[in-house]
């Protein structure tokens, strides 16, 4: 009320001066200029006239209102307050609803203008839909005008290339996300590397700074994501090399020869140990630094040496370093340049081959090396089934009825079933099954060659068969026809293992010749009329042990005679005549074949190899 008498006041004021200035100059009224001022001038006063009595108006209205809230206020005084009018506001409680009313109206205000900037924003993305609706709808008008033009051949014709740009162009935005998706997951698998090593190595109290700095990595990385462009990094082009310093070799030698566990071997690429070394030579020849591979390739031999001569008793460290060896010498033919081992590379391998120096000396030296590890497994191998042939090939009697029939009286070995040999908690056949298939599987992890494979089982089948024909010689419980029946029941199941793997060509099943043909002589008829055809089957046996045999054999009972006299010396007589290569009775347990490694290149590109962490070759690059 105040402001508005205030500036009723201000009003009267101007318009008095007004008057007086207009009454004072009689030339404003006259014709021409003036006169068009003088009734501009009085629009105007007519103006503020109106404005005047709108004032006025106003006035009376607020007095009127302010009355009202008066006779309102004593109201509540007289009511609330026993009439005391200081009561009502001595707290200062109008002032407090006043302010907080005004607090309430800008929170009101602010809350309107985030709606309507809101609005606005929704608006402006609306009318851009809108406007792309628009156009792809103007789009698909020319289309089908087009289309109603064109034969049915054009019209499918142009609807496939529309259909084509589209997807085009769908698969371009989706290759670019998929880009900056791999881009980022590379960053943070790096990042979650290094602060996963750095957690390891702090304390707790420490560990509070790591993970902020993992927060204000997601930060950027959504920071990144939404705004700023990301730098794209080209795919980088490997030459299938690895580099390292002299003074780093030994720490090489250590980490993926001496401390490396078959466990750990099993896990990765089979032979990547080979690969490694292979890619190091490649580098030592891509630099022509003869002293290094010299030194690269000496102490290779002597670590791997000194491995096997360590774990000389397990079999799966034994067979992977004849793996890996085997695998070495192959890659180093494959790579040599030599045009008898190029036939079946790839362009990209002929390229990769070496062309500064000529390693055949020290491939002769690994393949030395190799023969020296293949013994020692050989040994090994012989050494876990040892405790199994006899029993498995022998003794158990996987045929039941028959032991029966075993002659009475013996004082030698009794032989058991089945059954009694799983209560005893003796060795069986299936013992020598499952060691035969433990051999197979660890050959298998480490990918020995296929080739070589077969070599090794062929001299295992060799040793079961000398052990169990030694001591079949050697035992006159065994020598009844109802045993020879056993045993060769017992064989049918070493050949059917050799055909389950597929190792029947290899010459495993020639190597349980003299065992079979043995019992076979326990369950021929002996008499002088069979002659002829029991030399015809004992083909594989030397006199002495077929006349030992004879000899040991012993009726089932009383009703079966004992070998004549007559008939061992006519078969004597009739093996006089057959080539004697060897005379011995019992077969040496101890021999060995010679064994070859066939060249066997490999397909694997150097290039796509990666050394794994567990390696812990950090010291080494890729070129």
Sequence with gaps: MQELEVDNSKLREELNRLRTAVAEDPAFFDDGEGSKAAREFMDQFEALQDELERRREECIQLRGILANRSLET?????????????????????????????????????????MQKNFHIKERELREQIEELKVDNERQQKLIGQNLTLTPEARIEATMQHEITRLTSENLDLRETIDKEEQQITKLKKALKIYAKKLK????????????????????????????????????????????????????????????????????????????????????????????????????????????????????????WLANICRLLHSLKQYSGEKAFKSENTPKQNEQCLRNFDLSEYRQILSDQAVWIYQHLVKTLQSELHPTVVPGILEHEAIAGLSAGKPTGMRGRSSSNARDLEEDHTY???HMMKSLNHFVKIFHVHAIDPELSKQIFKQLHYYICAQALNNLLLRKDMCHWSK????????????????????????????????????????????????????????????????????????????????????????????????????????????????????????????TIVVPECLALGFVNRV
Aim: charged share 30%; aromatic share 4%.
């Design 74 to 114: 004593g109201m509540v005084v007289r009511e609330n307050y026993e009439g005391d009018s200081d009561r009502l506001n001595e707290d200062q409680e109008l002032a407090l609803a006043y302010s907080t009313q005004k607090q309430i109206l800008r929170m009101q205000e602010d809350q309107m203008d985030k």
């Design 201 to 320: 190595s702090m304390e707790g109290s420490d560990k509070s700074d790591i993970l902020a700095e993992l927060e204000q990595l997601d930060i950027s990385r959504s920071v990144s994501g939404d705004g700023l462009p990301m730098v794209k990094h080209r795919d980088r082009e490997y030459m299938g090399m690895l580099e390292y310093k002299s003074e780093d070799e030994a720490r090489l030698i250590r980490n993926l020869i001496l401390d490396l566990k078959p466990k750990v071997a099993s896990g990765m690429l089979p032979g990547l140990p080979a690969y490694i070394l292979l890619m190091c030579i490649r580098h030592t020849d891509y630099s022509n630094d003869d002293e290094k591979v010299r030194s690269l390739l000496t102490n290779t031999i002597r670590a791997v040496k000194k491995v096997v001569k360590r774990g000389i008793d397990d079999i799966e460290t034994v067979s992977l």
């Design 428 to 430: 069986s056949l299936e």
């Design 484 to 607: 020879g029946m056993q045993i060769r029941y017992n064989i049918s199941h070493l050949e059917q293992w050799l055909r389950d793997h597929k190792l029947q060509d290899c010459g495993a099943t020639a190597m349980l010749e003299p065992l079979v043909q043995a019992s076979q002589l326990l369950q021929a008829r002996k008499t002088e009329a069979d002659v002829d055809s029991v030399c015809e089957m004992c083909s594989k046996l030397t006199l002495a042990q077929i006349v030992k045999i004879l000899n040991l054999y012993t009726p089932v009972n009383e009703f079966e005679e004992r070998v004549p006299i007559t008939f061992i010396r006519k078969i004597q007589e009739k093996l006089k005549s057959r080539p004697v290569e060897s005379n011995d009775l019992l077969m040496d347990t101890k021999k060995v074949y010679s064994v070859t490694f066939p060249f066997n290149p490999s397909s694997l590109a150097l290039e």
